[in-house]
T-cell receptor, first 116, second 116 residues
Framework: AQTVTQSQPEMSVQEAETVTLSCTYDTSESNYYLFWYKQPPSRQMILVIRQEAYKQQNATENRFSVNFQKAAKSFSLKISDSQLGDTAMYFCAFMNTQGGSEKLVFGKGTKLTVNP | NAGVTQTPKFRILKIGQSMTLQCAQDMNHNYMYWYRQDPGMGLKLIYYSVGAGITDKGEVPNGYNVSRSTTEDFPLRLELAAPSQTSVYFC???????????????FGPGTRLTVL
């Protein structure tokens, strides 16, 4: 079974600075997807960024980028120019593409606080 | 589009009571999921469905039942509520063919359930 580990329960950053959230995963599959979801206090789950395992290029979405290290099974999220609205729980998630069910396995999350 | 909707938003149950959490989506997605999120934890998959009439167990199915008679609706049934089922429940949907290959799961706003 796949597992996802987020080793940082909480992090804080000053507004406008850069922060990196860590995620490691365990799988024997070669083809899969990785995601970062944001959960603000409203509880809504919002997709931040996704990475396909067969793509070597790291995904970027505006201020959000990932460092995907397939051999190390590492998938960290970098947030540049942090904003107060980035304060939220961040969940790393793994999707196995085998079997066609598109199921997600989530880490326990990292609580990020952006300070003014 | 309303996206994924869930009712109710909040509910308090007594031990042994039953209830159904409703989930509906208007995006014509074939795949639907139920997750639970316990305090300080990530989301865990309860049940999922890849199409009308097809359901399967996830990681934590005990104490729950589902049905999928239409593409739009995916209700989750709790038959004999227990304190261990106190959690926030999320419904999600996706369809790789319609999502432009993004594999993104779209989440509802969640239902906070307390069993006393």
């Amino acid at each position: 079974a796949q597992t996802v580990t987020q080793s940082q329960p909480e992090m804080s950053v000053q507004e406008a600075e850069t922060v990196t959230l860590s995620c490691t995963y365990d799988t024997s599959e070669s083809n899969y997807y990785l995601f970062w979801y944001k959960q603000p206090p409203s509880r809504q789950m919002i997709l931040v960024i996704r990475q396909e395992a067969y793509k070597q290029q790291n995904a970027t979405e505006n201020r959000f980028s990932v460092n995907f290290q397939k051999a190390a099974k590492s998938f960290s999220l970098k947030i540049s120019d942090s904003q107060l609205g980035d304060t939220a729980m961040y969940f790393c998630a793994f999707m196995n593409t085998q079997g066609g069910s598109e199921k997600l396995v989530f880490g326990k999350g990292t609580k990020l606080t952006v300070n003014p | 589009n309303a996206g994924v909707t869930q009712t109710p938003k909040f509910r308090i149950l007594k031990i042994g009571q039953s209830m159904t959490l409703q989930c509906a989506q208007d995006m014509n997605h074939n795949y639907m999921y139920w997750y639970r999120q316990d305090p300080g934890m990530g989301l865990k998959l309860i049940y999922y469905s890849v199409g009308a009439g097809i359901t399967d167990k996830g990681e934590v199915p005990n104490g729950y039942n589902v049905s999928r008679s239409t593409t739009e609706d995916f209700p989750l049934r709790l038959e004999l509520a227990a304190p261990s089922q106190t959690s926030v429940y999320f419904c999600a949907s996706t369809d790789p063919g319609l999502a432009g290959g993004r594999n993104e799961q779209f989440f509802g706003p969640g239902t906070r359930l307390t069993v006393l």
